[in-house]
């Protein structure tokens, strides 16, 4: 009797491991899967993982930490939380960032995309370094509001951790240069380049772009692009679009503490612009057609203001509608739907 | 009786492992091959560096130190933290040795002196040297880094990202700053506040000379009351902050001279 109790109890346990093992697998990935590839009209990425050698394993500890609130301060908030996959890791409806203990953030939680053509990070290009960018927020009192040692610490008495980093890096000693590597190999992953419009530009016989949208890529091209550029759509400039008379937040200024940076901040990338409102650097529009008046008629003038944008865009009604299409093309569902990057 | 003997000599062999592997961790300063190509009978000595924090001619002592700069100004340090790095001993013939992975965090709470040690220095004559007071823009910009520049000694800056070169915190009664704390944190890698100096204390009339198998000796005092003397009398009433920009470039003018050559042994 004591016997089948044992065995029950064992059974019992098991069962309970097992439970335990299974809430906690991964999606498969294999090493294919962390290949990287985009279209040969891209650029020369600025960022070449020189020094942080990709593979499985580093990627999967890289999405770990990526969606694990262990990096703040009390625990709550990840990387995830303000980095949302189905908006192309921006933060849906969230003007400002939110941090630790409901705090809110000064700024717009930017997209997270084609990062490994990007110099610069954050919307003043704070960040000189991808690697060195998750630092801003872990740090930031108002975002994840902890130390990189605290983290580290944390990571080190975490066994589960131990063994991903041991997998990743062969090491039984967790860094934070280590950390910040593998949440690199995740998030520098993140390539958007199967949209409708890259399919029509790859051949655009067999993904035509309809009349509107058609005409929607002539106009942005004369309107936007001069700024938006393509195939990033980003020059990855600073500019003053002419939000405000008087600036709350200096941008770019607060950076390089130049007079003529004053007001300015960096040209986003407007790949999935259609998922990623609000818009600005402080959310303060909720829709494109918003963003479309304040170009058409409520730019300030300001000494720093960007010379193409001193009369402002004349764009009719009609045209914004085919301008809209147009954007409409650079939504891809193929990276916002991508299993390798789902929490 | 056998198996104890087997024991004893793996224990042995274990230790020996251990310990090689920790010489070669510290082994960290070589001759850099484009300067000089050692040969088969290069001979090397070792150089110790060491820095001695003083605020005039007394040591520093944390938050119980009662101190006076240039301008009159009695305050209190509570901390004082900086980067040396680069390290390049120089030869009367204009040759040099650049000590590689040279990045050293020196920390006043962690004791007053600190030892640079350059165990591989070819043996000879050296009448100069010079060091980076801050971190160089390359290792500013080349991303997640290791060792003394590790971001966890928080000595990075998050939202304008680059290290800090020093970090001089304190109490002044003249500050007009809340709590009259004194911050300065010098950092910055790019113009027109670019804080990085470099460091030429003179070695005066007598050489360094390293000499095969042995070593010999640098100390260097690092005088935290310059910081605030010259070219810039800096009054703790006006300034008692700079993080970065016109005032952390300004005292980092003055920092230049703060390091002295005090003795030099061979």
């Known amino acids: ?15 309970i491991c097992a439970c335990k093992v299974d809430s906690k697998i991964e999606p498969i990935v294999t090493e294919d899967d962390v290949v990287l590839r985009w279209p040969d009209y891209f650029p020369a990425p600025i960022y070449n993982f020189e020094g942080n050698k990709r593979s499985k394993e580093g990627f999967l500890l890289g999405k770990k930490l990526f969606y694990d609130p262990i990096l703040s301060s009390d625990n709550t908030i990840s990387c995830g939380s303000c980095h949302q996959q189905f908006v192309a890791f921006a933060h849906a409806d969230h003007k400002l960032s939110h941090g630790v203990e409901n705090k809110l953030g000064v700024r717009n939680s930017p997209a997270l995309f084609n990062l490994m053509w990007q110099k610069e ?13 998750p630092i801003g927020p872990i740090l930031n009192p108002l975002e994840m509001n902890e130390t990189i040692e605290g983290v580290v610490n944390k990571l080190s008495q975490n066994a589960a951790y131990r063994t991903l980093f041991k997998a990743a890096f062969n090491t039984d000693s967790i860094t934070s240069q280590l950390m910040l590597k593998a949440i690199v190999q995740f998030m520098g992953s993140f390539i958007s380049a199967n949209s409708r419009y890259d399919k029509f530009v790859q051949d655009p ?37 002419g939000l405000d008379e008087v600036f709350i937040d200096s941008g770019r200024y607060r950076i390089t503490n130049i007079n003529s940076d004053m007001g300015k901040f960096k040209v986003p990338s407007l790949r999935n612009v259609a ?46 509608g085919q301008i809209i299409a147009f954007l409409n093309t650079l939504t891809d569902l193929e990276f916002t739907k991508d299993l390798r990057f789902k929490e | 009786m056998k198996n104890l003997f087997r024991i004893i000599i793996l224990g042995l062999f274990l230790i020996n492992t251990l310990s090689c592997k920790k010489d070669s961790v510290l082994k960290e300063d070589v001759v850099d091959p484009s300067i000089e190509i050692p040969t088969d009978e290069q001979k090397y000595g070792s150089v110790k560096i060491t820095f001695s924090n003083k605020v005039g001619n007394e040591d520093l002592l944390l938050n119980n130190g009662h101190y006076m700069n240039a301008n009159s100004d009695s305050f209190t340090v509570s901390k004082f933290k900086y980067y040396i790095t680069n390290v390049v001993l120089k030869k009367s013939d204009g040759t040099s040795y650049v000590a590689r992975e040279s990045y050293h965090l020196i920390d006043s709470n962690k004791g007053n002196k ?67 704390t004194l911050i300065f944190h010098l950092g910055g890698f790019t113009q027109p506040y670019n804080c990085i100096r470099k460091i030429n204390p003179t070695f005066g009339t007598s050489d360094l000379i390293s000499s095969d198998g042995k070593t010999s000796t640098v100390e260097i005092k690092t005088d935290l009351l310059k910081m605030f003397e010259s070219p810039s009398l800096i009054k703790f009433v006006q300034t008692s902050e700079g993080m970065g920009g016109a005032v952390a470039y300004t ?16």
């Open chain 1, 121 to 133: 990070f954050f919307w003043d290009g704070g960040s000189k370094h991808i690697e060195l960018q």
């Open chain 1, 1 to 15: 009797m004591q016997k089948i109790s044992i065995y029950l109890f064992l059974a019992a346990l098991l069962q």
């Open chain 1, 205 to 241: 016989a067999r993904n035509p772009f309809t009349e509107s949208e058609k005409n929607g890529l002539a106009l942005f091209e004369q309107k936007c692009g001069s700024c938006h550029v393509p195939p990033l759509f980003t020059d990855n400039s600073y500019r003053n679009n």
């Open chain 1, 275 to 320: 998922l990623t409102y609000p818009y600005m650097h402080d959310g303060r529009f909720e829709t494109l057609d918003q963003v479309f008046n304040h170009y058409g008629s409520g730019i300030k003038q300001t000494g720093t203001l960007d010379p193409l944008l001193s009369n402002g865009i004349s764009i009719t009604s009609a045209e914004k």
């Open chain 2, 114 to 180: 600190y030892t640079i040690v350059l165990d591989s220095v070819p043996v000879g004559n050296y009448n100069a040297i010079n060091f980076i007071l801050g971190v160089d823009s390359l290792r500013n910009t080349s991303g997640a880094q290791t060792g003394a520049l590790d971001p966890s000694y928080g000595m990075f800056w998050s939202w304008n990202q680059g290290y800090i070169f020093l970090m001089m915190e304190g109490n002044s009664p003249n500050s007009a700053a809340f709590n009259n």
């Open chain 2, 251 to 266: 005292i980092a003018n003055n920092c230049v001279n703060m390091f002295s050559v005090t003795s030099i042994q061979n």
